[in-house]
């Protein structure tokens, strides 16, 4: 059967916690249960789950694929055109120094906008379930459970005092 | 939703320390307050911008003019080079701000930090101003260049400059929006269904929910992005550094020039920031964010900052001075002694004697007028020091050799060089409220992340203020 998704408002951090230790306790692991807010809260704050990224990857590999393209662009146009200048050897390090930096700072910056947005999961083409008071400070926590789950996940989310229930299919 | 720091409040006790504490607000407070004036248009807000878009239209009227004259005469694009240093010295800096109290996580930054980001997007404009900038720099075969004659493809001239002015533009919108995120799906869920301002805020908040993983990505993206930031724009100054000043002046060569540029930046892009906060708050209704606090705290950098102006500028000018060559003293000359001097003495009153006889009393730090006014100062001693090292070397008749054999006289701009001035500085504050109208100027998420690490507990006989470190 299909999983659902049933997210519980809470206007307090602390009846959030409280409906996370919950749901923990009834038998619904951390890895699926999330918590949307409207700002960061500290890591560990209501007991959820750390999900794993690797975001400093991106930037290694841009600025990594950036000098290559750089050390290619230079060396590739100093042996092509082999100009000498000032008495200095074709394939010089000093100005091919400043041309790799630029490289290098703007794979790294394109890779660290491309691993944001593909580590945060956006775009995201519709919201789900979702409540527009979090934005307003609300917590949402979201539990995602097969279907005969569902009843024993709201039941959970209202005994811990959420003032509002939604369920996605 | 009650922030318990209100308990202070509704104590009753007659206790010392309360009268300093600025409001504590809720999350939910501070999101409609926003938002409210996010949306808000006001006359004089139109007014404002109607002045600025006057004046960036003359400004660039005054610009097609000068480009119709062409670009031979380097004298003629001294004035057009100095506006382009200054708005990368003073607004383009200001994101710096942002990243570097993001790294210490000082507290205090949370309402600032969006308008210090929001400066930036002034690279756009620079980035467009290099192009004219490039077609007036002679050749550079027979020049001192930063690109030891590296060539560019015939169909891109000039393309490590426009590159590393791209990749800072690239970073500097990136640093923003992604910063932004947050709040711009505060604007979809908040501004009224069918408003176009609505679904741009929707098409650019890109579905963005508040997911832990989200809010961690965010956190540390931020902090890459910053430290990318800081790293291109060092950069970026070195190269006009060196492609418009001292590329432009036969035997000028210092190592420390580029580095007092940067650090001239740190301390334009930080005064820019007070006086936004300044004028936010008196003519915009931010006061509730922009307190005490944010004045007091951002006057310290500031007086660090010009207490290393002249640290940085002794360090150029001693090499120099005990140099002695002929072509040495002819720099001096030109530089700070001759007839740039008076330029040259009023950026050194404006940029480092005033901040530092105004900021060695703590009363005047601690005080929103006083960071203020000495911030409008600097902001004035940077732009004049910017005319001094870019209208100076562009105004020069012979810019190739290996001696400076003159000393150029002063240069008094023309009407054409006072609108491109004017018409430019405007065009880059027309950019920032236009922006500030994409995405709202204070960020919520920030500021309410901070209200949940602040209490205010009874300390002994007085109330203090305890901020959480949650990290």
């Known amino acids: ?169 | 939703m009650h922030s318990k720091g209100h308990e202070a409040a509704h104590a009753g006790e007659h206790l010392h320390g309360l009268e300093d504490m600025p409001p504590i607000m809720t999350h939910e407070e501070v999101s409609r307050d926003v938002i409210g004036r996010f949306t808000a248009v006001s006359w004089r807000y139109m007014a404002v911008m109607g002045v600025l878009a006057l004046l960036f239209a003359i400004g660039l009227v005054a610009f097609v003019i000068r480009a119709v004259g062409g670009f031979d005469d380097t004298s003629d694009w001294g004035y057009f080079v100095a506006t382009m240093g200054f708005l990368t010295t003073a607004f383009v800096s200001a994101p710096i701000v942002s990243a570097g109290l993001r790294f210490t996580k000082a507290h205090w930054r949370r309402p600032l930090a969006r308008l210090a980001e929001i400066h930036g997007v002034t690279a756009l404009l620079v980035l467009l101003m290099v192009i004219p900038a490039l077609a007036a720099l002679p050749d550079p075969v027979g020049r001192a260049d930063i690109w030891f004659d590296f060539p560019s493809p015939d169909w891109f001239p000039h393309m490590w400059t426009m590159i590393a002015m791209a990749a800072l533009a690239l970073c500097t919108v990136a640093l923003l929006w992604m910063h932004a995120l947050p709040d711009l799906a505060n604007a979809r869920d908040h501004l009224p269904q069918g408003k176009v301002r609505r679904n741009v805020a929707s098409f650019l908040s890109m579905g963005v929910i508040g997911t832990v993983r989200f809010w961690r990505v965010l956190y540390r993206g931020g902090l890459l992005l910053g430290a990318l930031y800081i790293m291109m724009y060092m950069a970026v100054q070195t190269i006009l550094s060196a492609e418009w000043s001292l590329g432009m002046v036969p035997s000028w060569k210092d190592s420390m020039f580029p580095a007092y540029q940067v650090m001239k930046g740190l301390q334009a892009g930080t005064a820019v920031v007070v006086v936004t906060m300044f004028v936010l708050r008196t003519w915009g209704g931010y006061e509730k964010y922009f307190g005490i606090d944010q004045f007091w705290s951002i006057a310290k950098p500031l007086l660090a900052f010009s207490l290393l102006w002249f640290y940085m500028w002794f360090a150029s000018f001693i090499t120099f001075w005990y140099g002695r060559q002929p072509s040495e003293i002819n720099l001096i000359q030109m530089l700070f002694l001759g007839p740039w001097a008076v330029p040259f003495f009023s950026s050194m009153l404006l940029n480092f004697l005033f901040p530092l006889g105004m900021f060695i009393w703590n009363p005047i730090r601690k005080s929103i007028v006083g960071p203020t006014v000495v911030a409008a100062a600097v902001l004035l001693g940077a732009l004049i020091d910017q005319v001094r090292v870019y209208v100076a070397p562009m105004s020069l008749n012979n810019h190739f050799g290996h001696v400076l054999a003159e000393v150029p006289v002063f240069q008094w701009p023309n009407i054409l060089d006072i609108a491109i001035v004017v018409g430019f500085i405007s065009g880059a504050i027309l950019l920032f409220t236009l922006v500030a109208k994409l995405v709202p100027v204070v960020s919520i998420w920030e500021v309410g992340e901070g209200l949940r690490l602040v209490k205010v507990r009874k300390f002994h006989n007085r109330w203090v203020r305890v901020i959480a470190k949650s990290h």
């Open chain 1, 1 to 169: 059967m299909a999983n659902q998704r049933i997210l519980g408002l809470y206007p307090d951090p602390d009846k959030a916690a409280e409906a996370m230790n919950r749901l923990k306790h009834n038998g619904f692991p951390a890895e699926d249960l999330d918590i949307y807010t409207g700002s960061p809260f500290p890591e560990g704050t209501f007991g959820e789950h750390e999900p794993q990224h690797r975001l400093y990857v991106f930037p290694f590999a841009g600025a990594v694929i950036g000098f290559s393209l750089a050390m290619l662009v230079t060396i590739g146009t100093q042996i092509s055109y082999p100009l000498i200048t000032g008495g200095k050897p074709i394939l010089s390090i000093p100005p091919m120094t400043i041309i790799a930096y630029e490289f290098t700072m703007l794979g790294a910056i394109i890779a660290t906008v491309v691993g944001i947005l593909f580590e945060s999961r956006i775009p995201r083409r519709t919201l789900g379930v979702y409540d527009e008071r979090i934005t307003d400070g609300f917590i949402g926590i979201v539990v995602s459970c097969p279907a005969e789950r569902g009843r024993a996940a709201e039941q959970s989310l209202r005994a811990s005092g959420a003032v509002d229930i939604k369920t996605e299919a």
